[in-house]
């Protein structure tokens, strides 16, 4: 008797579970339905429940941005855009987004250029992604090492394949540098971006710390470190200075 | 490079250059203009700009005056999407003589851009000359304290007994020396229990006789602003002396045995004065307004927006200004009405406080960032602020003026909530969600895949290839013997190959020969010796090959002739053999030599 009422507690739990299973593709077409519908606390949910349900892709994240931005968290959208373009750094809506969002931070941080030639490098290695400039690095590499090769075995290095050499090197060590650079500031350096409204920075990991300046909703930074609830915090201007972490989501 | 961040980067490129100091300002003031030769002016100096630090100044030609360095403090704030930073500087100048003395104007340059401050005239006058204006007097007065007799004695008073809670009640603590002093006394000031407290600066000295003996004093001033009402106790301060003590003493070293005077100093002396006894009145009840919230003193408010016209979701600078005498630190915050058309984020508050005069005064600002969320015309209400007023003991309430705000554009947040692309060229719009449902996708790092770095080892193989292949070459064109040794098997081949195909064209003596030629020459190479000159009795005097392998290559070499120039009847049958025989013997020498 008691087995027989396990077996059929077990069957109706099975076809309870089944009957209720909302599969990925019928969540993401209600999480678009509850967005149209301006309903963006359920389309956040929704969008939530796939990534906790492991299928995270950049077009969700870029969603959930979305719908981050239209409920106001503006804090929020930063960080889902971020998260979609570490993913995928060529989505071009995520990236377009991503400056409405920061548009909507109060804390205009002027960052101090190191001058001309710093903003002429800044530039240059900003205009791609990391795995751009590995794959210019892996072209002209073997570029570089066809022509080495080719003076090698012909051992006269005063002819053209020469000065096509040294331009091909110069590439490498450009794009080499360039993805090294990306890489350092994309994947290795951690981010956080806060998402109250307001919080103080202070100067050491705690309340009994003097205040250095309020962020605002939105405000972006580098995690240098933490300590029990606080983390340390780097601005793009340099300003260092400690947060709270339930303030803070990391990217 | 998209056309876009080439003409971002261009109009920053220009920007950056035509944008030094932009907001650079100073300002200079003193404490007083009319002082007496060797009294103290303080010179206040705030220069302010954009950017994270603001530059120092450069002082003009001060040599009328002695000059110390008194103070510096940076303050910046990032707040309403600027950044900007302030440092302020005082100095004390000692005049050195009297006139009109005048402080030129103080400059300071920030790349290109130099701004000063205006001069300042100093009337310095003889000791003594000026009025009764406090901390500028140096008179003395003469009276009579029946019992006052000591050397030292310090006193405190208070200017009122019976203050209201919150009020300031001026502390004056006096230090009376009839005599010199080791070393500066040293002041330790009761707990203060009940009261916040400020300083009001500066020191005052002056000269006092009381019982017909002349004291020097020192008087030092400190607001106290009781926090409840009831009996409060005022401890006495502790000053710590050391007296400066002359004896005579008979020096060893003086011959004429007189004595000498020395000066030394005193052990410890505490010096205390009675307690003070407060009773605080607390603040009526009657007549309190339901905004007041416990601010006592003297206070205007005023409320400014740096712009009264933005697009929407551009933010607002909000300043409420609270002005006047009181305890300006612990002024409670305003409180900013409903704006439901705004979001409304904190921005920080900042205090000015002037302790001069004897009075605590200041403001308070209180700063808030707002954003109108949708277009049209809005009206910022009012904000009222009531205090108690302990000089006409009544409560007050102040208010601002209401603040008008015209919002106009689209809001951002609407402009992703129907798919559009409507903006126009040049300007991106908020793109809409994407719609189309796509397999969970792993993070692309083409750097953490093996095959990544293996792709990267191929060009330095080649190139390891080619530094090979140009050294054999070298050595190749250098040693002919060497070059000889290296080819002798592919030469030895061709011949193989070719006597092959003249077997099969039917050709006996041209394969005979070819066969002989690809054996003998590849002797011949290896070891470096002239091939026409070789013959097979050489070959038998070779001691490079075991015997079994020269006896194997002499009857192969005898056969090969004797079939060569007298083929017999199996022809076909012979050259068959012989084509295995020579393969073999090639592998073998291969070996051997």
């Known amino acids: ?94 990236r377009t987004n991503l400056e409405f969002a920061r548009s909507m931070n109060l804390d205009k941080i002027e960052v101090r250029g190191g001058g001309f030639i710093t903003d002429i490098w800044d530039f240059l290695t900003g205009l791609f992604g990391y795995n751009e400039y590995l794959v210019a690095f892996t072209v002209t590499w ?31 060590i450009f794009s080499a540098t360039a993805a090294a650079r990306r890489i350092k500031i994309e994947r290795l350096t951690p981010w956080g971006v ?54 803070v989501l990391k990217i | 490079m998209t056309g876009k961040r080439f003409y971002v980067f261009i109009i920053s490129f220009v920007l950056l250059l035509a944008a030094p100091a932009f907001g650079l300002s100073i300002s200079s003031s003193v404490d007083r203009d009319v002082v007496e030769l060797g009294d103290p002016v303080t010179l206040s100096v705030s220069i302010s700009g954009e950017g994270g630090s603001a530059p120092d100044p450069v002082l003009p030609d001060l040599s009328d005056f002695e000059v110390y360095s008194s103070g510096k403090n940076t ?32 400059r300071v340059k920030e790349r290109n851009i130099t701004v000063s401050s ?39 008073v208070v200017d009122k007994r019976r203050p ?23 002041l330790d000031w009761p707990e203060f229990n009940g009261f916040t407290v400020e300083d009001l600066p500066p020191i005052n000295r002056y000269n006092k006789i009381i019982n017909n003996k002349r004291y020097g004093v020192t008087e030092i001033k400190r607001a106290l602003f009781p926090i409840s009402s009831g009996e409060i106790i005022i401890d006495s301060p502790r000053l710590t002396i050391r007296e400066d003590i002359f004896d005579n003493f008979m020096d060893p070293f003086n011959m004429f045995g007189r004595g000498r005077r020395r000066a030394r100093s005193s052990g410890p002396k505490i010096l205390t004065t009675d307690r003070i006894k407060l009773n605080v009145k607390p603040l009526p009840a009657q ?82 960032a707002v954003i109108p969320i949708t277009s049209g015309n809005f009206r910022i209400p009012s904000i009222e602020f009531s205090f108690f007023n302990p000089d006409t003991r009544k409560y007050q309430t102040v208010r601002t003026d209401p603040i008008d705000i015209i919002a106009s554009g689209e809001a951002l947040a609407d402009i992703g909530g129907t798919p559009k692309n409507i903006i126009g060229a040049g300007h991106k719009s908020f793109a809409y969600i994407i719609t189309e449902f796509s397999k969970p996708e792993k993070q692309l790092d083409i750097y953490s895949s093996a095959w990544f770095w293996i792709f990267q080892f191929a060009p330095v193989g080649g190139m390891i290839v080619a530094v090979f292949m140009r050294l054999r070459n070298r050595k190749m064109m250098g040693d002919r013997a060497y070059a000889r040794r290296m080819s002798a098997g592919k030469k030895s081949r061709a011949l193989f190959k070719s006597s092959l195909r003249k077997k099969q064209s039917g050709d006996v003596i041209g394969f005979y020969g070819e066969l002989y030629s690809a054996i003998m020459g590849y002797v011949a190479d290896r070891l470096d010796l002239e091939q026409s000159a070789l013959t097979v009795d050489d070959i038998k005097a070779l001691d490079r090959l075991d015997a079994e392998t020269n006896s194997r290559l002499v009857e192969f070499l005898y056969n090969i002739q004797v079939a060569r120039f007298a083929p017999g009847p199996n022809s076909a049958s012979g050259m068959d053999r012989a084509v295995n025989e020579a393969s073999e013997l090639l592998k073998c020498l291969e070996r051997k030599l």
């Not at chain 1, 915090?233 to 200075?241: W, Y």
């Not at chain 2, 409420?320 to 904190?346: C, H, Q, T, W």
């Open chain 1, 1 to 94: 008797m008691k087995l027989s009422a396990s077996v059929i507690i077990l069957i109706l739990t099975f076809t309870c579970s089944f009957c209720f299973a909302v599969d990925n593709e019928t969540l993401w077409d209600q999480a678009a339905e509850f967005y149209d519908n301006g309903d963006y606390s359920s389309a956040i949910n929704s969008y939530l429940m796939l990534i906790e349900k492991k299928h995270i892709n950049s077009e969700i994240y870029h969603n959930l941005g979305n719908s981050y931005f239209k409920n106001g968290q503006y804090g929020r959208a930063i960080w889902a855009y971020r998260r979609a373009l570490v993913l995928d750094p060529d989505l071009e809506q995520a």
């Open chain 1, 142 to 172: 073997w570029i570089l090492g066809a022509l080495a090769v080719l003076l090698i075995y012909r051992g006269n290095f005063a002819s053209w394949p020469y000065y096509l050499l040294i331009a091909a090197l110069i590439v490498a």
């Open chain 1, 194 to 247: 806060l998402i109250e409204s307001a919080a103080d920075i202070r100067e050491g990991p705690g309340e009994d710390f003097e205040r250095i300046e309020i962020g605002h909703e939105g405000l972006e930074f580098k995690i240098l470190g933490e300590r029990e609830n606080s983390y340390l915090i780097e601005l793009e201007n340099g300003l260092k200075g400690w947060i709270n972490k339930k303030a």
């Open chain 2, 75 to 106: 303050s910046i704030s990032i707040v309403n999407g600027r950044f900007s930073s302030t440092l302020e500087l005082s100095y004390v100048l000692v005049p050195k003589k009297m006139g009109n003395l005048t402080i030129g104007p103080i």
């Open chain 2, 118 to 156: 205006d001069p300042i005239r100093i009337e310095v006058k003889q000791a003594g000359k000026i009025g009764q204006s406090p901390g500028t007097q140096r008179k003395t007065e003469s009276i009579k304290v029946p019992g006052r007799t000591e050397n030292f004695f310090i006193e405190q």
């Open chain 2, 164 to 186: 209201f809670v919150g009020e300031q009640v001026t502390l004056t603590f006096r230090f009376y020396g009839a005599e010199r002093l080791w070393e500066q006394p040293d």
């Open chain 2, 287 to 368: 007549g309190k307004p339901g905004s007041f919230a416990g601010a006592v003193g003297r206070y205007t408010i005023r409320a400014a927006v740096d712009k009264d016209s933005v697009g929407i979701d551009e933010p607002i600078t909000m300043k409420v200004i609270l002005s006047g005498s009181g305890n300006i630190k612990s002024l409670p915050a305003v409180s900013f009405p409903e704006m439901p058309d705004f979001r409304v984020y904190e921005s920080g508050k900042t205090e000015s406080i002037n302790n001069s005069g004897g009075v605590v005064s200041g403001s308070k600002t209180f700063e808030q």
